[in-house]
């Protein structure tokens, strides 16, 4: 099993920057390939962003796409979305989730993750 806790959200002005990890405990994290999601009031849960199990595979939401950034660091057991020119319809608790699996083509789907974080709270308004 995986814990994952995520932190770094906040409130930021439209046009800025925010980074949000999401830190992992328990089994052997670079077993699984990482996924962020969010949600906004009122909507359903979306796709932002997956990470290959290595690292060397990325796939984002064309919402997001040339934004925002996702990375992972294995010997912190950390997973980062680097979030870039962000606007208000960003604002939205995001949550990092693990998975074992699903292939490629696959991982932009919720039930392709095994294990999922709290969430933390991004708010873009000025």
């Known amino acids: 099993q995986v814990q994952l806790v995520e932190s770094g959200g906040g409130l930021v002005q439209p046009g800025g920057s925010l980074r949000v990890s999401c830190i992992a405990s328990?089994?052997?994290?670079?077993?699984?390939?990482v996924g962020w999601f969010r949600q906004a009031p009122g909507k359903e849960r979306e796709f932002v962003a997956t990470?290959?199990?290595?690292?060397?595979?990325?796939h984002y939401a064309d919402s997001v796409k040339g934004r925002f950034t996702i990375s992972r660091d294995s010997a912190r057991s950390t997973v980062y979305l680097q979030m870039n020119s962000l606007k208000p319809e960003d604002t939205a608790g995001y949550y990092c989730?693990?998975?074992?699996?699903?292939?490629?083509?696959?991982?932009?789907?919720?039930?392709?993750?095994?294990?999922w974080g709290q969430g933390t709270q991004v708010t873009v308004s000025s």
């Open positions: 328990g089994d052997t994290f670079s077993s699984y390939y």
């Open positions: 989730a693990a998975g074992l699996g699903y292939g490629t083509d696959r991982r932009t789907y919720e039930y392709a993750y095994d294990y």
């Open positions: 990470i290959s199990r290595g690292g060397g595979m990325t």
